[in-house]
C-alpha cells in the first residue's frame, strides 16, 4: 500500500516523498484485535527502516518511537499493550487462532 501511495505521488508530479507513520514499526503479531497471525506477513519484522525506504520508493521514512507512545499513553493515564511493536505482551498470548463462523463460511 505504501509503495503504491509512493508512486501515485511521484506519477502526479512530487519531486520528493517523505513518509512519516504515526506508530513504531509493527514487528510481532497482535493476538488482541488485529488480524495478523505471524510474524513473516510483517515487512518490519524482516527489513530495517532504511531497507523498507527503499523498497516502497520514498525519500525519507520516519516511525513514532516507542518510547513516545509509551509516554502518550502514560501521560493520558491508560493501559497500553504494546506487544505488536515490542514483542512484550502485557497479557497471555491466545494458544489457538479465533475464527469466526463468517471467516469459515468464506473460506469453504
Avoid at 27 to 36: A, H, K, L
Avoid at 91 to 100: H, L, M, S, V
Amino acid at each position: 500500500t505504501s509503495a503504491h501511495i509512493v508512486k501515485l505521488m511521484r506519477d502526479a508530479g512530487a519531486k520528493e516523498v517523505h513518509m512519516l507513520i504515526s506508530s513504531p514499526p509493527f514487528v510481532c503479531p497482535c493476538y488482541f484485535g488485529i488480524d495478523i497471525q505471524n510474524k513473516e506477513n510483517l515487512i518490519a519484522n524482516k527489513m530495517s527502516v532504511d531497507e523498507i525506504c527503499k523498497y516502497i520508493g520514498a525519500d525519507s521514512l520516519g516511525y513514532l518511537s516507542l518510547d513516545s507512545v509509551r509516554k502518550i499513553a502514560e501521560n493520558a493515564n491508560i493501559g497500553l499493550c504494546d506487544g505488536c511493536f515490542s514483542g512484550s505482551y502485557n497479557a497471555e498470548i491466545p494458544r489457538t487462532i479465533f475464527i469466526d463462523k463468517y471467516a469459515k463460511k468464506i473460506k469453504n
